[in-house]
């Protein structure tokens, strides 16, 4: 069964930093990646996909299939980026559609 | 304008009372989902619909059931809550494309069974 972990509950960078929240997951085959991120008082909502290699909002993220992670990034954080990060799996020919990280609670201090 | 919606946001109950959390979605989406989620932890599917009359059980164990008889409504019911009930619950729809389609979700039903 695919798995998704996330080791970062919380992680707090300074305003102008560099970010990266990790994400591993544990799948043998070749499984779509996601990052969900939920602002305050916001609903969830897609950030990114690893399909369409975009840049949303300054961030990136890569699979490695070697690590089989698909760390999220971005080179300057801004006090707006502050929410909650997912990432998610999804098995080719799930009928189950994502399975959801824990989740890693971003704060960027002024 | 097209959405998902969720009804109750919040919703406190004694033990034992039956219970529907409502979803409505008017993008036209085939696929619905119920996740729940406690503080701190990870999203739990526990029921997903590919349309009209179909419904299927998630990988988390739940007393809730569901019924989709029409495309856009996806009602969730406990028939007698639990205080092991308290969570929050989440509706999301997603086009019935071929391959991985972006969920869209709801703002979620926080219910506490007291």
């Known amino acids: 069964a695919q798995r998704v972990t996330q080791p970062e509950k919380l992680l707090s960078v300074f305003k102008g930093a560099p970010v990266e929240l990790k994400c591993n997951y544990s799948?043998?085959?070749?499984?779509?990646l996601f990052w969900y991120v939920q602002y305050s008082r916001q609903r969830l909502q897609l950030l990114l996909r690893h399909i369409s290699r975009e840049s949303i909002k300054g961030f990136t993220a890569d699979l490695n299939k070697g690590e089989t992670s698909f760390h999220l990034k971005k080179p300057f954080a801004q006090e707006e980026d502050s929410a909650m990060y997912y990432c998610a799996l999804s098995a080719p020919g799930s009928a189950r559609q994502l399975t959801f990280g824990s989740g890693t609670q971003l704060t960027v201090l002024p | 304008e097209a959405d998902i919606y969720q009804t109750p946001r919040y919703l406190v109950i004694g033990t034992g009372k039956k219970i529907t959390l409502e979803c409505s979605q008017t993008?036209?989406?085939?696929?619905m989902y119920w996740y729940q989620q406690d503080p701190g932890m990870e999203l739990h599917l526990i029921h997903y619909?590919?349309?009209?009359?179909?419904?299927e059980k998630g990988d988390l164990s739940s007393e809730s059931t569901v019924s989709r008889i029409r495309t856009e409504h996806f009602p969730l019911t406990l028939e007698s809550a639990r205080p092991s009930h308290t969570s929050q619950y989440l509706c999301a729809s997603s086009d019935a494309g071929t391959g991985v389609s972006p969920l869209h979700f709801g703002n979620g039903t926080r219910l506490t069974v007291t």
């Open positions: 619909s590919y349309g009209v009359n179909s419904t």
């Open positions: 993008m036209g989406h085939d696929k």
């Open positions: 799948y043998s085959g070749s499984p779509e």
